[in-house]
């Protein structure tokens, strides 16, 4: 992955910080549209006292853009090996400004300002200086070059990510199925010999109901009744080895498959049985001590326990060999190493892509087969382990050997879930860079639009100090290029939007800035009808609140980003990026949004009592306001399902 950008995760942390204090001074230094725009205005009665400050403030301005550009020049020295593709960004915002000779014309205009005579000029000369100005600007604020590669990579980690997932998930339930199908062995082989230990109860029981009462035994044997004594002894203990039999655990844990289950509910049975022949063989063997003939029913009972048992020892063998299929297994674990081995393959393939070492094609190729490419994919080496132990233990299965593929089975969902670190760690890094940029980005737009429309609003309070009445030409025509001034911010409020919406991740963030946009265009409307009143001014005032609420917002999330803090927290296995805001952050936005519904509602009352609104207009941006604190309410209500 290439290393470009200013916020690049594996740049050190003072670069980064360096680059952005100072894109961001600059940024500052020339768009320091309280200086330039109102100078005109301020010097049009040609007085020596207007145009001194003027002057002084002027140079200013050209010191602190000389600053700059020693700045730009000493980073781009620093950045040059480390962030070559930033250093080149710093060279061609410095050689733009040596193109449009910036500092020469900042000389000429603060000359112009210690002439009187000279004032409208110099003000022509500050918008043409700004303009071009803004050119080096637009150099400095350039999105990353590699934007398209980076999604790219995102998108191709992201789909490894999810196939990995996919494996490891599937070789969770084969070395699942491999362990029951080790235990399966282990119990078929007692449940066989159990069952021949019921059929020598059964032969023997059988013996011992053929003897009358009371019969003696031959020479140095027992008689019938200790038999039978013996016999429900020992019938007993195998009752209590069956139990021990059903309650056998796999060597590794693993959840029991159907078959399993089934084979320990017949396995308890058996040993109830086991149990109840057991007793039935004590009670005959108390009888035949006494002679009695009840001795009869107790024997045939034990019997038919015997048997019962035997049945359910036999019913949970069949279980057991139905499913253990160590074949199907050894396939299914054949099928799943090749499906590792074809991802990391193509992760091979696109390392090497990546890589672009263009003309050697067949020696990276062969580089890449041998597994000595220079270049890796984030968790390709764990794969590569992954599908060795996989091949291991199909080879085990294929013997019949599920307690040797165990083992191999948990190598590969360790390698696995090793692979899926790596690659979220990558995801994260890369998600990070996409963050900072952004933030980045919507940081440099907010400071601009702020800039610029304070300096709208400064020269609508100066025409309306001036008063409607009293508009002249000019006054009508510099009303109109403020008009026209901030559509060109709804418009830049609108790409802010675009942004957000297409970033998708808060749902407070993309609603205030479309409020913003709006509020913006109401303004456009206002100027252009030549209202630059209270209410006007009033608007104009909470343009400018939002959007230092929403710059304090992006820088606060910037300065986490960086610490890797935050409470979106990390990305979760949906892959679903962590949101650009914090909950807390949204919130604070939906409070102030409410606060400047309740505001405007007040303004609006107070232009109807004072006479500078109709009452037309009024109930146009009354109706306007309604929907707005809709708006609020169905936001809170979003936000609140959110988090519920």
Known sequence: MNNAGPFQGRVSYRWRARYRAVSLFGLWAIGVSGFFGPAGALGQDGSEDASSPLSRKQQMIRDRFERFQDQLFRLREELSEKEPENAARLGRALERSGELGLDEQLN???????????LTDATDFQLEWMEQADAVLNILLERDSDNDAR????????????????????????????????LAKRMLEQLDHAIQRVEAAQKRQGELSQQ??????????KDAANDQTDLSRETKQLAEDVKRLSEMKPSEESEDTPGMESARSETKAAADSLEKAAKAMSDAGTGMEQSQAGAAPEQKAAEDSLQEAKEKLEAARRALQEQADAKAQAQAQEALAKKADALSKQMKKDAAAEQGQQGQEGQESQESQDGKSGKQSPGEKSVDQAKKAMDKASKSLNKDEPDEATPEQDRAIDELEKAQQALEEELEALRKEERAEMLRDLEARFRDMLIKQRGVNESTTVLDTLGRDHFKRAERLQVAELAADQKKLADAAAMCLHILEEDATTVVFPRVMEQLGEDMTLVGKRLGDLNVGRLTQAIQGEIVETLEQLLEAVQKMQQENEQDGGEGGKSGDDGKDKPLLPESAELKLLRASQFRVNRRTAAIADAVSDGTESERASNEGLEALAARQKECADIATEMRDKIE
Not at 108 to 118: A, Q
Not at 212 to 221: R, Y
């Open 108 to 118: 000429n205009i603060v000359e112009m300002l210690n002439d009187p005579s000279l």
């Open 212 to 221: 009358p009462p009371g019969q003696k035994p031959d020479a140095g044997k």
């Open 151 to 182: 999604r790219e990579e995102l998108d191709r980690l992201s789909e490894y990510k999810k196939q990995v997932g996919q494996m490891l998930q599937k070789q969770k339930e084969l070395r699942d199925a491999a362990a029951q199908a080790a």
